[in-house]
């Protein structure tokens, strides 16, 4: 056999086995009670890209969590979750990909991180990870064709859209917006989405992109990872 071919070969049967071990952890994690969102993202993540450094990447998040937790700590209530938008959104750059929407990654965090631009569940889902780290009550909202967070205590819930300069709004205009897109507001719109949601509309944005012939395997292997819990799940 040519060298060619066979490096060819050793290739196909690397990621075969990669890939094998992704759709293990990733079914334990999906079975499991409550699927940890920063979890499934960092397996696609390595699903895309395996040589990515994990240990880096969360050393990332951990990094820009304490940058700002004095802040933080020091605001009271929904302005805690305020803070966090405005220095990811104004002090960070991060904002929504609106020229080049579809690009895949889009939706990989650690190129989110790198690139400070990303679509609504991922922009989002970083929002989350370092709102987690904070303490912050802070939850997916899984609405149709956008997807918000939302700060929530006993006394406030205020909504955030991160993908849109990170500016909090109110429920009034979660639904103003429904409207506007022919769409009859239910309340399961508003609620807080469940890890399983957050990453089963992950994958399925990444689904539900332009087909491209050099993505071919991580399309099937996409669908391999989602079949098994037939999603519902608003995308984009």
Wanted: glycine share 8%; net charge neutral; charged share 20%.
């Amino acid at each position: 056999m040519a060298e060619g071919a066979l490096r060819s070969q050793l290739g196909v049967l690397l990621h075969e086995l990669h890939f094998t071990d992704i759709a293990r952890r990733w079914r334990q994690l999906m079975d499991s009670s409550a699927p940890d969102v920063e979890a499934g993202a960092l397996l696609l993540a390595q699903h895309r890209y395996p040589d990515l450094d994990l240990a880096a990447l969360i050393g990332r998040l951990d990094g820009m969590a304490e940058a700002i937790r004095t802040r933080v700590e020091a605001a009271k209530g929904v302005g805690r979750a305020f803070v966090l938008s405005t220095y990811l959104c104004n002090e960070l750059g991060y904002e929504g990909n609106h020229e080049r929407y579809s690009d895949p990654k889009n939706s990989y965090l650690n190129c989110v991180i790198e690139s400070r631009r990303g679509i609504p569940v991922s922009l989002c889902t970083l929002f989350l990870l370092l709102g987690r780290r904070l303490g912050l009550p802070v939850f997916g909202v899984n609405m149709p064709a956008h997807f918000l967070v939302k700060y929530e205590d006993e006394r406030h819930e205020v909504f955030f859209d991160i993908f849109n300069g990170g500016n909090p709004i109110q429920k009034e205009q979660c639904v103003q917006f429904l409207l506007k897109a022919g769409l009859t507001p239910k309340p399961r719109y508003f609620k807080a989405a469940s890890g399983q949601t957050i990453l089963i509309r992950m994958v399925c944005n990444l689904l539900a992109l332009p087909r491209e012939e050099t993505r071919g395997t991580f399309l099937t292997e996409l669908t391999h990872l989602v079949e098994p819990w037939k999603p519902n799940t608003n995308v984009l």
